[in-house]
């Protein structure tokens, strides 16, 4: 291996393509194709493809009548997948100064959030597996079903603690704070 094949991964996170230089079809390409693998993976459509339209762009932020000139939607099509997104905490809202217009915006660890949020609703799933448990009695049929599935979410959720402890320090390392 070449210093220059060494050099290249860490050159990757800090390029910055002049937008000038971006192919709009090569961006519609990349956003309608990672808004499917989005909808593989069980996000709606329509969201989808707002997400990634926001992860493309270069400052992560567009109004809603820039995404739906953008993905050629309607404006209650961009209002129902922003709602949408927002609940899941996948964006967050901004006022433009001085307008009354609203900027949806991702944000460069928006995956790590998303997870992390996620890490809240497995605590509320073990609590509530804990509940059936207890109620339907640990040696019933339904009661052991309940327990392994609690035991599932204990176990995901301790590596899941472990790995964001783990990617902090990584994403510090490679970007900084």
Not at 77 to 96: D, N, P
Not at 108 to 125: C, V
């Amino acid at each position: 291996m070449t210093d220059d094949t060494k050099a290249a991964p860490d050159a990757i996170p800090n390029a910055t393509p002049d937008a000038a230089e971006r192919d709009p079809e090569g961006v519609s390409r990349f956003v309608e194709h990672f808004a499917a693998q989005l909808v593989e993976a069980g996000l709606p459509r329509m969201p989808a493809r707002v997400f990634a339209a926001l992860l493309a762009s270069d400052d992560g932020a567009l109004t809603s009548a820039e995404l739906g000139e953008q993905l050629q939607i309607s404006p209650a099509a961009v209002s129902g997948a922003v709602r949408y997104l927002a609940q899941v905490h996948m964006l967050s809202r901004e006022r433009e100064p001085g307008s009354r217009r609203e900027r949806y915006r991702v944000h460069s660890d928006q995956w790590y959030q998303a997870l992390t949020n996620r890490e809240a609703i497995i605590k509320r799933w073990e609590d509530a597996m804990r509940e059936g448990v207890a109620s339907l009695g640990a040696e019933t049929p339904a009661g052991r079903r309940l327990a392994e599935t609690l035991a599932f979410f204990e176990f995901v959720g301790q590596d899941i603690a472990e790995m964001m402890e783990r990617w902090r320090v990584h994403r510090e390392k490679l970007y900084g704070e």
